[in-house]
């Protein structure tokens, strides 16, 4: 079982943007579990948030950019991928600016300072989702792809492919994030010189440099051009080779542009909301596809979710008590006794199952015609599941009674009928004191939640 994690103290960036040019301070705040990744526009009335979340991506031409309402936030694809990498499960993002800071380019900045802090681990277990069918994702009219397979772990790989000598078929990958912090967030964003001048003509890189981006050189300019790159990053010279970089930099590595590409995608990734088990391989991979497949895997997720949470029993195993055992515990008897076996018992969660059919006697008028298990003996059948769990933790449980005090949030998603079999899953929601005990309790049939409540009731002794 993995737990979620927030940051055990506030930790801030300042830098500017590199599209916007915006001087922009970046708080990052310890947050409760289960409160996600949010950022915050303490620069706005009314200090808006938006969650990082594939559903409000609303740009991806240069960079990734969330919004909802008037909370807008680009470039957010670095902190994301060292959030998505660290392990940070819930944290607010306070920005006085719409453009999280650029730094060298990379994600190292935000790597080292959050583990300077360190996580906080938290009591609520982090949502793993264990890809369970090959998944291949493409968009009309574009070569990029992303095949996601099924795998006990996380791995990625990215290839991308460029016209220029510097970089042409190149591919990275990741097999743990420990290697993240020394493999892929010290790699920088990078883009071509013809891509740069084009950004520059229509003023579109107003906080870029040789400092935060690393530039290919894939044609020369004219001495026009030459100019307006001095002027636009403030530059007493420039150097201009073809075939080198810009000012003749150094690659920190090799296949450095398929490592940041790499980058990138685990940012994007990271809006899918999810911790995701599987095998990934990426084929040019780019922000537009990348958060589109994000939002593809939070409603494939969607669709499944109700899979992740069904009980894993095997109901040809030999159950923990049977029924024989069960009358021993519980009071109730024929018409009553609403529960077969239990297959799963600890100190905190029960598993029990009850094998449904025509010859119950409720269903003789619960309808003629149209066989139905009444949801107040679904209802009570969970009861008697948490019971054992609830007696399980005296001596001499065939001395005490167990009573009803409270129903809450009962919801029926779908019928049970003859034929069924019915898996009740309950879980303490909190320790047992002076025999109150409150759980969360749900029945499964098929896979599929049927049944959900909150139950509380009381032992109290003969």
Same mark, same amino acid.
């Given at each position: 079982m993995?737990?979620?994690h927030?940051?055990?103290?506030?930790v801030t960036f300042e830098?500017i943007g590199?599209h916007?040019a915006q001087q922009?301070?970046?708080r990052?705040?310890?947050?409760?579990?289960?409160f996600?990744? *949010?950022?915050?526009?303490?620069d !706005?009335e009314?200090?808006?948030?938006v969650k990082?979340l594939?559903?409000?991506v609303t740009d991806?031409? *240069?960079?990734?950019t969330?919004?909802k309402g008037?909370?807008?936030?680009?470039?957010i694809?670095?902190?994301?991928?060292?959030l998505y990498?660290?392990?940070?499960?819930?944290?607010l993002i306070?920005?006085n600016?719409?453009?999280v800071?650029?730094?060298d380019?990379s994600a !190292?900045?935000?790597?080292?300072?959050i583990?300077?802090i360190?996580?906080?681990?938290?009591?609520?277990e982090?949502?793993?989702?264990?890809?369970?069918?090959?998944?291949?994702?493409?968009?009309?009219n574009?070569?990029?792809?992303?095949?996601a397979?099924p795998?006990?772990?996380?791995?990625?790989s990215?290839?991308?492919k460029?016209p220029?000598q510097?970089?042409?078929?190149?591919?990275?990958?990741?097999?743990d994030?420990?290697e993240?912090?020394?493999?892929?967030?010290?790699?920088?964003?990078?883009?071509?010189?013809s891509?740069?001048?084009m950004l520059v003509?229509?003023?579109l890189?107003?906080?870029?440099?040789t400092?935060?981006?690393?530039v290919?050189?894939?044609?020369? !300019?004219?001495?026009?051009?030459?100019?307006?790159?001095?002027n636009?990053?403030?530059l007493?010279?420039?150097?201009?080779e073809?075939?080198?970089?810009?000012?003749?930099?150094?690659?920190?590595?090799?296949?450095?542009?398929a490592?940041h590409?790499?980058?990138?995608?685990?940012?994007?990734?990271?809006?899918?909301?999810?911790?995701?088990?599987?095998?990934?391989?990426v084929d040019?991979p780019?922000h537009?596809?990348?958060?589109?497949?994000?939002?593809h895997i *939070?409603s494939y997720?969607?669709?499944?979710?109700?899979?992740?949470?069904v009980?894993?029993i095997?109901?040809?195993?030999?159950?923990?008590f049977?029924?024989?055992q069960?009358e021993?515990m519980?009071?109730?008897?024929y018409?009553?006794?609403l529960?077969?076996?239990?297959m799963k018992?600890?100190?905190?969660e029960?598993?029990g199952?009850k094998?449904?059919t025509?010859?119950e006697?409720?269903?003789?008028?619960?309808?003629?015609?149209?066989a139905?298990?009444?949801?107040?003996?679904?209802?009570?059948a969970?009861a008697q599941t948490?019971g054992?769990?609830?007696?399980s933790t005296?001596e001499?449980?065939?001395?005490?009674?167990?009573?009803?005090?409270?129903?809450?949030?009962?919801?029926?998603?779908?019928?049970?009928?003859?034929g069924?079999t019915?898996?009740?899953?309950l879980?303490?929601?909190?320790?047992? *004191?002076r025999?109150?005990?409150?759980?969360k309790?749900r029945?499964?049939v098929?896979?599929?939640?049927t049944?959900?409540?909150?139950l509380?009731?009381q032992?109290?002794?003969?």
């Open positions: 993995e737990f979620q927030t940051i055990k103290n506030e830098g590199v916007t922009v301070k970046m990052l705040l310890p947050a409760n579990e289960k996600g990744i *949010r950022f915050k526009r303490i !706005i009314g200090e808006p948030e990082a594939a559903d409000f991806t031409q *240069r960079s990734t969330i919004e008037k909370a807008k936030v680009q470039t694809e670095h902190i994301m991928a060292a990498a660290l392990g940070v499960d819930n944290v306070e920005m600016g719409g453009e800071p650029i730094y380019g !190292i900045e935000f790597v080292r300072e583990k300077k360190g996580l906080q681990k938290q009591t609520a982090r949502e793993i989702f264990n890809l369970d069918n090959n998944i291949s994702f493409s968009l009309e574009s070569s990029s792809e992303v095949i397979l795998f006990n772990g996380f791995k990625a990215v290839n991308i460029y220029v510097l970089i042409n078929n190149q591919m990275a990958k990741i097999s994030f420990d993240f912090e020394k493999e892929v967030a010290p790699a920088r964003t990078f883009c071509l010189l891509e740069l001048m003509k229509h003023n890189v107003k906080g870029g440099n400092q935060n981006a690393i290919f050189v894939d044609e020369l !300019i004219n001495e026009n051009e030459v100019n307006q790159l001095k636009q990053f403030n007493s010279d420039v150097e201009i073809k075939n080198k970089l810009l000012n003749n930099e150094l690659l920190k590595f090799s296949n450095e542009p490592r590409k790499l980058l990138d995608f685990l940012g994007d990734l990271a809006l899918c909301g999810y911790k995701i088990n599987a095998r990934f391989f040019m780019g537009t596809i990348n958060t589109a497949f994000a939002k *939070r997720i969607s669709q499944k979710k109700h899979l992740l949470q009980p894993i095997d109901l040809n195993s030999e159950p923990i049977d029924i024989h069960i021993k519980l009071p109730h008897r018409p009553f006794l529960v077969d076996k239990i018992l600890t100190d905190k029960v598993v199952v094998n449904v025509f010859n006697e409720f269903f003789q008028g619960h309808f003629p015609g149209n139905i298990m009444p949801g107040v003996l679904q209802i009570e969970m948490g054992i769990l609830a007696l005296v001499d449980p065939h001395n005490y009674w167990t009573f009803f005090l409270k129903i809450d949030q009962a919801k029926f998603k779908k019928p049970v009928r003859p069924d019915a898996i009740f899953e879980k303490l929601l909190k320790p047992i *004191r025999g109150i005990v409150e759980m309790a029945t499964f098929k896979n599929q939640l049944t959900e409540a909150i509380t009731a032992i109290v002794k003969k």
